[in-house]
């Protein structure tokens, strides 16, 4: 299991930002992530491996009309 | 054109003129505001007092205090004392910070009966106020339409009554404009405030601030929309203010310290520039750019608000609203907006109502427009959104309301709580974009059914009860208006913070002073109650204080710096929260830090509360929410997303929904959420330093600085 915003999920081998993203249909374009509370820049999304147990926050910067 | 202009011309009848010499700008401020009676044609200055500075700041703040002062607690809307007060703010004007020509608008609103505020951009704060005024303040009533010239070359006031078609706002903008200026160059030298024949008609009356568009050569228009003040505005048989000023510069403003604006100024146009366009692409879409996403998270109000995502709603996505956009460059609503959200439809050919056939300009659509008219009605259709878009702009009616309005009218119809015979013959099923652009145009101009849709939420329910038999109950619970205003378009159900934000708010449920739903539902950042209050003190004091300045809050987060990645709190956007102090301190030369802030906003949003409870609100029973913003009121809502409500059920409230009827399960969850919401109600009155009924304590008032007699008399009144 991975915690991503405080909710839980199946973690699955392959997980790497970007598909955790995509499994939360997180498709805001504008995402600040950090995995474990280590920042990953979105040129890395592609290739970070979220471990088993991580904790994501992806913070949409968003707040609002 | 030149016709209509040489008519205006010649029949120009001054009713009243007034001399003056135009006040210095010193640090942001004239030091002097205007006065003007349409009953009796007075014109008088008034003296800016330090203690107006000080407490009142100016934008809101001066609005809310001539108000005040102008007016009793039995004063109606409609009565000549009530005020229009339209004031720039301290900051309004500077050229070098994106989002800085905006000014704020007070009345007693038609649709509330209690204090109403706009925020809007154009060119007419800012030449204004360097016409020599802090803040124009309207009263009495016309006994035929006016319009009210202020010249600030030739420090000049005039009360004029002029031959003029009022009834299109579009037109009556361009004329004006064209009457004004000496030459076509010299038309970006003109703002014109004016509304429309739907202002006459209902009590969703907006004001048009225009500013002239040199590459199009054309007035375009920028909105004070919620809360009826065009309403007003025409009650007063006021046809449109105009302003000219011909001088404008960098240093117009006169501030303290121009090299600390200029040095802010560069910083934020450099991310702009570097990240705009990966970011939230304001340059190229501008607002739109929320649609595909608020559908995406479920967010976009769709059926009247009782679905947050439609799969049709394609047709209107930032995409395809994109593509309709024709300019190609920035294009902002005061100079120096390196932001330049504004958008615009060039040449649109309107395929009904009075401009039918003829080429027009339709400045956006912008989000609200496109989710209000479109997405919450069940239109799709692009072109449908552009041309009530123009329509409702035209007539002077909020797009807001309009959309808002229509989606409720529609449930109401398709629950046959009214009929075909009851609209005259409209058949306003959800989707049905004929029947929904007739009722705009019935709304515009006064007919039919129209007349009584533009009453509003608040007041239709009340009709549809009273003389169709609709049950009050269930119209209370889809009924989308809290205060009398009806809801803007986002989707609350899933964040109670945002359900607070909508309905906890001193003039309705418009998100300009809290829209939390992302920090709430998606990032999981307020988990309790505590969180959510702070967030619910915080973000309203902080958006508060954009409206004192004469500032459009979208630079503030509408670009991310790079800093933010790695600040601790993200959602502050700490970086540009220093670059206001920066800005504030360098125009006026004072030295106030990011909490000082806050504090300037709180005296003024407390002041708001207090004159609320003078009018006979401002109370916990008026902060009640409609429950479709808190949550599923029919079982089709329900079992739309019956995943996610069983969960809930079980997870949160602790209830097995296994073996429930959908309508049981319908009551555990409305029980629970209720509750929910009154739980925030008191902890967020708690955070504020109001009393279990909402009324702020005479010792957070004292802290304040605002206990002058009359504020403490109204509070000891109501404690």
Request: glycine share 10%; hydrophobic share 35%.
């Given at each position: ?15 790497t930002?970007?598909r ?18 280590e920042?990953v820049q979105?040129?890395k ?11 994501v ?9 | ?7 205006m011309?010649?029949?120009r ?26 009953s009796?044609?007075?014109i ?5 007092t ?41 900051i ?16 007693l609103?038609?649709?509330?009966n ?9 060119f ?14 309207i009263?009495g ?24 078609d ?25 703002s014109?405030?004016?509304?429309g024949?739907?202002?006459e ?18 007035a ?7 809360g ?68 995406d ?6 059926h ?29 609503c ?10 615009a439809?060039?040449?649109?050919v309107?395929k009904?109502?009075p ?23 069940g239109?799709?259709?692009a ?12 007539y ?28 005259g ?43 169709y038999?609709?049950?009050?109950a ?16 986002y ?18 449920p ?46 503030w987060?509408?670009?991310i ?25 360098a ?35 008026h ?35 296994e ?8 009551a ?42 009359e ?9």
């Amino acid at each position: 299991m991975i915690t991503v915003n405080g909710k839980q999920i199946e973690w699955e081998e392959d997980f790497t930002v970007e598909r955790v993203l995509k499994a939360m249909n997180y498709t805001f374009p504008k995402i600040v992530v950090r995995v474990n509370g280590e920042v990953v820049q979105q040129s890395k999304w592609s290739e970070f491996k979220v471990p088993d147990g991580a904790e994501v926050h992806a913070h949409h910067l968003i707040a609002g009309g | 054109m030149s016709g209509p202009i040489e008519k205006m011309r010649s029949s120009r009848k001054v009713l009243a003129e007034y001399h003056y010499e135009p006040a210095q700008i010193e640090r942001g401020y004239a030091g002097k505001t205007l006065y003007v009676n349409l009953s009796n044609h007075k014109i008088e200055a008034k003296d800016v007092t330090q203690q107006m500075k000080d407490i009142f700041i100016g934008g809101k703040g001066f609005g809310l205090w001539y108000l005040w002062n102008a007016i009793k607690p039995e004063t109606k809307w409609n009565d000549p004392e009530n005020e229009i007060v339209i004031s720039p703010g301290p900051i309004a004007g500077i050229t070098q910070y994106p989002g800085s020509g905006k000014s704020l608008v007070v009345t007693l609103s038609p649709l509330t009966n209690s204090i109403m505020d706009s925020n809007v951009g154009g060119f007419f704060g800012p030449y204004f106020k360097f016409s020599g005024w802090d803040a124009l303040e309207i009263q009495g009533k016309a006994d035929k339409d006016v319009v009210v010239f202020i010249d600030g070359d030739q420090g000049k006031v005039t009360i004029e009554e002029v031959d003029l078609d009022p009834s299109a706002s579009h037109l009556l903008s361009e004329q004006l404009t064209e009457l004004m200026a000496d030459s076509e160059q010299d038309k970006k030298n003109v703002s014109v405030v004016s509304s429309g024949s739907g202002a006459e008609h209902t009590r969703v009356g907006i004001l048009n601030f225009s500013f002239y568009d040199l590459r199009r050569k054309t007035a375009r228009l920028k909105q004070a929309g919620r809360g009826g003040i065009g309403t007003v505005f025409r009650d007063k048989k006021l046809a449109a203010l105009v302003v000219k000023f011909s001088s404008l510069s960098g240093k117009s403003n006169n501030p303290a310290d121009p090299a600390l604006i200029a040095k802010t100024g560069v910083k934020i146009t450099r991310e702009i520039n570097k990240f705009d366009d990966t970011q939230f692409r304001m340059r190229q879409i501008g607002t739109a750019n929320l649609m595909t996403p608020m559908n995406d998270y479920d967010l976009l109000p769709v059926h009247n608000f009782k679905y947050g995502s439609h799969k049709d709603a394609v047709g209107i996505s930032s995409e395809v609203l994109r593509s309709r956009f024709t300019q190609k460059m920035p294009d902002g609503c005061w100079v120096g907006c390196a932001l330049s959200c504004c958008k615009a439809v060039d040449d649109y050919v309107p395929k009904t109502g009075p401009f039918k056939g003829e080429k027009v300009l339709v400045d956006g659509p912008e989000y609200e427009n496109a989710a209000g008219l479109g997405a919450n009605c069940g239109i799709f259709d692009a072109d449908y959104v552009i041309e009530a878009n123009f329509y409702c702009d035209t007539y002077g009616i909020d797009t807001i309301s309009t959309g808002t309005i229509i989606a409720f009218i529609m449930e109401c119809y398709e629950k046959g709580i009214i009929n075909k015979e009851i609209t005259g013959g409209l058949e306003l099923n959800f989707g049905n974009a004929e029947a929904a652009m007739e009722l705009i145009h019935q709304m515009g101009q006064g007919r039919g059914f129209g007349k009584i849709a533009g009453q509003g939420v608040r007041r239709l329910k009340k009709i549809f009860a009273e003389e169709y038999g609709g049950d009050p109950a269930f119209m209370q619970d889809i009924g989308m208006e809290n205060k009398g205003l009806e809801y803007s378009q986002y989707q609350a159900k899933e964040s109670l913070a945002q359900q607070g934000g909508y309905a906890l708010t001193n003039k309705g449920p418009q998100h300009d002073e809290a829209w939390l739903i992302f920090m709430d539902m998606v990032n999981n950042q307020l988990p309790t109650f505590e969180k959510k209050a702070e967030a619910l003190h915080y973000f309203p004091m902080f958006r508060t204080w954009f409206g004192l300045m004469g500032l459009c809050k979208l630079p503030w987060n509408d670009i991310i710096p790079e800093s933010n990645a790695t600040s601790d709190s993200p959602e502050k956007i700490p970086e540009h929260v220093q670059n206001y102090v920066d800005l504030f301190n360098a125009v006026t030369g004072k030295s106030i830090d990011k909490d000082e802030m806050i504090r300037q906003s709180e005296r003024v949003y407390n002041f708001q509360r207090v004159f609320n409870l003078r009018m006979g609100f401002g109370t916990r029973e008026h902060d009640a929410a409609p429950y479709r913003a808190l949550g599923p009121v029919t079982e089709e809502e329900y079992e739309s997303r019956q995943e996610r409500y069983d969960k809930q059920l079980k997870e949160d409230v602790g209830i097995n929904p296994e073996g429930m009827s959908t309508a049981d399960k319908v009551a555990a969850m409305r029980k629970y959420r209720q509750e929910r919401y009154e739980t925030l109600i008191d902890v967020v009155y708690k955070r504020r330093g109001w009393t279990e009924n909402g009324v702020p304590k005479l010792e957070h008032l004292k802290d304040l600085g605002i206990d002058f007699p009359e504020v403490v008399e109204v509070v000891k009144n109501n404690l």
